[in-house]
């Protein structure tokens, strides 16, 4: 998978509660988990946690969204 800051979720199946399909989550790098396949995703609680890969496809996001993602 390459590095990108954000994925988008495509599918929530098992992770109803943590996770909504088709909303955009921020990634944060962990090569361990990726190479179990994983992906550590700040989720809906706030907190990071690692969810299999194939639930999400990275994105690239303009400036302009990444300055708006950013602000806590």
Do not use: W
Not at 9 to 21: P, Q, R, T
Not at 22 to 47: C, M, Q, T
């Amino acid at each position: 998978m390459t590095q990108t800051n954000y994925v988008i979720c495509v599918d929530n199946a098992g992770y109803a509660a943590s996770l909504e399909a088709r909303k955009i989550y921020l990634r944060l790098p962990d090569e361990h988990a990726e190479a179990e396949s994983l992906i550590r995703i700040v989720d809906e609680s706030g907190e990071d946690y690692l969810y299999p890969a194939r639930l999400f496809v990275p994105i690239s996001l303009p400036a302009a969204a990444e300055r708006a993602f950013s602000v806590a």
